[in-house]
């Protein structure tokens, strides 16, 4: 499965639940969801994904965790918030990078209209791709 063809599947479980439960919910019961959504379809996914990072001679473990990364190819983050920021692409922008994956999606479920609260971000592209 290519990331695009993830991507499709990301979008289209993201805008079921964001049509069935509504905004103004907890990241996590979002999270549950998607993570319900893409065992039922069968699809390849791993909840709060430890990422460690290499500082010369130091090793952080678990420095951060990656809310869903679907097939081992696609880093989902999501977010509940009023609107999307800069400070939330860098994040997943560093998540791409330090784990070497080619793509991302910010996905916030507090946007009336779904498709205004998703985000797709390549790694080593800059600017955005929606």
Known sequence: MTENEISKIVFESGLKIHRKLGIGLYESVYEECLFYEFKKADVKVERQ????IQYEELLLENAFKMDLLIENKVVLEIKSVE????????????????GNYKLGMLINFNSQLFKNGVMRIANGLDGFLN
């Open 49 to 52: 994904k430890p990422l460690h």
């Open 83 to 98: 609107s999307l920021t800069n400070f939330h692409a860098a994040q997943l922008k560093n998540y791409l990078r330090l």
